[in-house]
């Protein structure tokens, strides 16, 4: 009954979205990622602020490439999307994205404008040197690549470099994301150290290098490393962290925060750093394409999202970090029993506070962070490598634990089967 009230349900939308448009929003965001609570809310404001009727149809992905194929195709007409910074760049050299119009919402309602962070709004400057992409998307979430760590098994010296993925003592313990974007960045940085502190190369230079020998060298790199990875997960990873399953993680901030709070409440010490060579900062932003059929309330939607209360508990719901530069979504992560960091370059006078690192970096961290960027054509170049990076040749550890599996699985059928045949009896 219930599959049949959702069909229902599904047909309904469909036929509201073809009669009335104007009165539907279609929302396209990563799972997990907003609390669901404050949709309805937004429906309500809506309609206080511009006396019209909305109705948010929220859809979630878990693929940036899997978003950007159906904006790309034209077969969706999403009102606002939420892609990553690379993502967003791609789409914006593609023509994809439909300019901001700040100056249609109200002064007193433009959170947009006034909650800006200045560290977003440099960072998106970056993203095409030809476009401002801040007049094309707001960021919504941010945070960095680094090692979350086991306090009990592995040392701050030893977590403190990227090489400990390569460090035989973990073999077995090291969890990788399945990310080559990402991986590839910070590897890149660790491998050109020298050139970096030299000034014969800067991060934004390696964010952007595709050359067939960076990529050769980084995947001879992973070569080394692959043979300690218990396991390339997308979102395990964490969870294995928890469990004391894994000591080492190269991981992102979120889904660290997460993890360090989780274990917490089970006695487990974990930690998250952003090692001392240098990573990458990743950012997901709010941008309306250019197939979408309601830009005022798409305009409206990403408004709301600014708000700084609403930020803050998109924030506690999800683990992320707000890209919001109110001083109030600041305030709302002060932590006494921390050491005081600066942060100034995200809020302007805040030089030293009590905040957790792993949600905003100190200054000096941030400085040796870089934004990714987009490969365009270059990047199968990118997908082949980490392709044979990880390849057939799984892990001793990946192997046992597939093993594992295939025997648990037989057992439980086996014993199903046995219980069928004694119940005939």
């Known amino acids: 009954m219930k599959k049949f009230a959702s069909i229902l349900l599904a047909l309904a939308t469909v036929v509201a979205c073809s009669e009335n448009r104007d009165q539907v929003l279609k929302v396209y965001n990563w799972s997990n990622y907003i609390d ?20 948010v149809i929220y859809q979630t992905f878990d693929i940036n490439e899997t978003m950007l194929a159906k904006i790309e195709k034209g077969h969706e007409d999403f009102d606002v999307v939420c892609p990553s910074d690379y993502i967003i760049e791609r789409m914006l050299n593609s023509g994809l994205l439909i300019p901001l119009d700040f100056a249609s919402l109200p002064d007193s309602i433009n959170y947009i404008k006034n909650n800006r962070s200045p560290y977003i709004q440099e960072m998106f400057s970056r993203i095409n040197p030809d476009i401002d992409a801040n007049d094309y998307s707001v960021a919504f979430m941010w945070g960095t690549t680094g090692i979350l760590y086991n306090a009990k098994y592995v040392t701050d010296e030893e977590a403190s470099t990227f090489d400990i993925i390569r460090n035989p003592k973990f073999a077995g313990k090291i969890f990788i994301k399945d990310a080559p974007r990402d991986v590839y960045g910070p590897v890149m940085i660790y491998l050109n150290q020298d050139k970096l502190k030299s000034g014969e190369i800067t991060l934004d230079d390696l964010m ?11 995947e001879e790199y992973m070569k080394q490393v692959r043979e300690l990875v218990a396991g390339w997960e997308a979102d395990f990873g964490k969870e294995q962290m928890t469990q004391e ?8 901030s ?9 274990a917490e409440e089970i006695g487990v010490d ?23 059929k309601n830009v005022k309330a798409a305009t409206y939607f990403i ?10 508990r998109n924030m506690d719901v999800t683990g992320y970090v707000s890209a919001n530069g109110d001083r109030s979504v600041l305030d709302s992560q002060i932590d006494e029993d921390r050491a005081p960091i600066d942060v100034s370059y995200f809020f302007p006078g805040a030089t030293s506070v009590q905040v957790n690192p792993a949600l905003y970096p100190d200054r000096k961290t941030i400085e040796n962070c870089a934004i990714l960027h987009d490969w365009g054509n270059e990047t199968d170049k ?38 069928k045949k004694t119940h005939k009896k």
């Open 208 to 218: 952007k290098d595709s050359s067939d020998e960076s990529i050769a060298a980084v």
């Open 36 to 55: 669901e609570d404050v949709i309805p809310e937004f429906e309500q404001w809506y309609r206080q602020q511009t006396g019209s009727d909305i109705k």
């Open 382 to 419: 990118l997908i082949s490598m980490w392709s044979r990076i990880k390849g057939d040749n799984a892990s001793a550890m990946t192997v046992i634990v597939l093993v594992g599996v295939v025997v648990l699985f037989g057992f439980i059928v086996c014993k199903r089967i046995f219980k």
């Open 245 to 252: 399953r894994g000591y080492v993680s190269f991981n992102w």
């Open 270 to 292: 974990l930690r998250y750093i952003v090692p001392e060579e240098g990573s990458n900062v990743w950012f997901d932003g709010w941008v309306i394409p250019k197939y979408s």
């Open 303 to 312: 408004d709301f999202m600014c708000r700084p209360d609403i930020a803050i």
């Open 254 to 262: 979120g889904d660290a925060v997460w993890a360090i709070e989780e």
